[in-house]
């Protein structure tokens, strides 16, 4: 509006619907001057035609482009049209592919005349640049340019039978079943979980549930029930109530329902590190993270991979299934996870689990990230974030007072960075000079690492500063110390740190003693250097 309001005339359009579309191709369906349009939905209808039957005496033309010297379809030229008169602002065009997102509207290049009746002039400019004129060319037509031709041919379509009505079709939607299954084309190794049983030799069935949750009671009596069917299968089942760790839970309640159905299978209850692991795979999957829902079920293959997930009330019948296919390839299992007909264009997507070991070792589950990360390092350390990983495994073995692990991972993280990754240097640096194992401290060392992280931060990092300030304690350089000490107590007091100014301030009082700092055997805290 001219008054910069915004008037939603949606209505008038016909195009104010529920649907979640996505997108919108555009297209002179039935040859008659005005435009048409296709809408792609995510939500059903998954596609709509919109026919433009709108009254109207304007004029209009369409231009196809033919390439010759560039690309045929002559992606990338621009066309105006010139209307003529005192005040020639030309009408333009640019021709594109995939001019939306997931939608490609027609090659043929529309232009409303409004009320101009008489002959207009289209100029293009082609892909490569060049410049051509076709004059005097008439209204209410289609044309085709080719390249380099100089003449404008006039395209004569068969003509159309009177235009029927379109009455919109009922949408159908299938009944909500509150379930999904989700098919994984790559194995995801799950970590280490509580005492979870991986690589067994069996599938296994892991069911989150909670004795709140209706579907998740009617799940776990279907399992009882078919007990024969899934052990003849091969199958295994750990059931692990979310009881302990949700607001309205009742462990008590839990074991009840156990007892009720006469569960014959595994059972425990989860953790809040449970959850959080088995959240890590959920979210591998999808692009929109949410939180697991009840019931969810994962089932695992002989190895202890992923194989498919289930959101809602699992199926025996579907389980069943799924299980005798854990051993077919993957066009296979790809077709039988398909919800419509049709062909696949591209091979499936490959997820990398990559991201779980990161996430475990950034999250402080230091054993079950080292053991993920010795288990899967050859699959690792082609990621492009390996050197990224080895940081914080070289963190995790330090928290666990491996001194030596710890030198390894960032040393190969100094080595892959070419001396460039300062928290590689400072972790080194910190091991080199305060780990109580005096085989492998090395004070002049340490100090060549920590000059270089200082270097790399400006001098604007506290944990860098405290570093340097123990290595020169270490190699016997306690005016050094002293002097980054305080340098690292003045940036942690500016930023408002004031447990972290009294943990270095211990360390202060002893370089004015002249004695280095000396971990604790047993491991750090993981709040980087400054204990």
């Known amino acids: ?57 304007n004029g209009f033309i369409a231009i196809r482009l033919e390439g010759t010297v560039g690309n045929r379809d002559a992606i990338g030229a ?35 005349l409004g009320a101009h009746r008489g002959p207009v002039t289209v100029e293009v400019r082609w892909p490569n640049g060049s410049r051509e004129s076709f004059p005097d060319l008439g209204g209410n037509a289609f044309y085709r340019l080719r390249e380099k031709s100089g003449t404008a041919e006039v395209v004569e379509f068969e003509r159309a039978p009177p235009a029927k009505p379109l009455s919109p079709g009922p949408v159908v939607l299938p009944a909500p079943s509150g379930s999904a299954r989700t098919v994984c084309l790559s194995r995801i190794p799950l970590p280490a979980i509580d005492s979870l049983p991986l690589d067994t030799g069996k599938p296994l069935l ?20 078919r007990e024969a069917e899934l052990r003849a299968a091969g199958c295994k089942v750990m059931a692990i109530s979310v009881d302990p760790i949700t607001p309205n839970g009742d462990e008590a309640a839990a074991k009840r329902i156990l007892h009720k159905v006469d569960f014959p299978f595994q059972s425990s209850f989860a953790s809040n590190s449970t959850i959080e692991k088995l959240q890590m795979v959920h979210d591998l999957q999808f692009d929109i993270f949410t939180e697991l829902p009840l019931p969810a079920s994962f089932l695992l293959d002989q190895e202890g991979n992923l194989a498919v997930f289930y959101r809602g009330r699992l199926k ?21 996870a398909d919800q419509f007909e049709g062909q696949w264009f591209a091979p499936p997507r490959r997820l990398h689990f990559f991201p779980i070991g990161l996430k475990l070792l950034q999250r402080g589950y230091d054993r079950e990230g080292i053991a993920y990360y010795e288990r899967h390092k050859s699959s690792f350390a082609g990621h492009p974030q390996y050197q990224r990983m080895l940081v914080f495994l070289g963190d995790a073995a330090n928290r666990l007072g491996d001194g030596k692990g710890a030198l390894l991972a960032y040393g190969e993280a100094i080595g892959r960075s070419a001396g460039k990754d300062s928290a590689a240097l400072r972790g080194a640096a910190w091991v080199l000079a305060t780990d109580p194992n005096s085989s492998l401290r090395d004070g002049h060392r340490a100090v060549a690492y920590a000059e270089s992280a200082k270097k790399l931060t400006g001098g604007k990092d506290a944990a860098v500063l405290d570093t340097l300030a123990a290595a020169y304690a270490e190699s016997g350089d306690f005016s050094a110390a002293i002097s980054n000490v305080e340098a690292a107590l003045m940036l942690l007091r500016d930023g408002g740190e004031a447990a972290l100014v009294k943990r270095v301030n211990a360390r202060r009082s002893l370089y004015l003693k002249k004695r280095a700092f000396r971990r604790a055997r047993g491991g750090r805290k993981p709040d980087g250097n400054l204990e």
């Open 206 to 225: 892991v069911t989150l549930w909670a004795s709140w949750c209706a579907p998740c009671v009617a799940e776990l009596e279907e399992l009882a029930d």
């Open 78 to 112: 621009r066309v105006n049209v010139h209307l003529g008169g005192e005040e020639d602002l030309p009408l333009a065009r640019t021709l594109r592919a995939g001019d939306g997102f997931l939608s490609q509207s027609s090659k043929w290049l529309h232009f409303g």
């Open 316 to 336: 025996v019948s579907t389980l069943l299934r799924d299980l005798g296919e854990l051993g077919s390839d993957d066009v296979a299992r790809r077709n039988s």
């Open 1 to 57: 509006m001219r008054d910069g309001s915004f008037c939603d005339v949606s209505a008038v359009s016909g195009l104010d619907l529920r649907d979640d579309g996505r997108g919108i191709g555009r297209v002179d369906w039935d040859r008659d001057g005005d435009l048409d349009f296709f809408v792609s939905n995510r939500s059903a209808p998954r596609l709509r035609f919109f026919r433009n039957d709108l009254p109207g005496r």
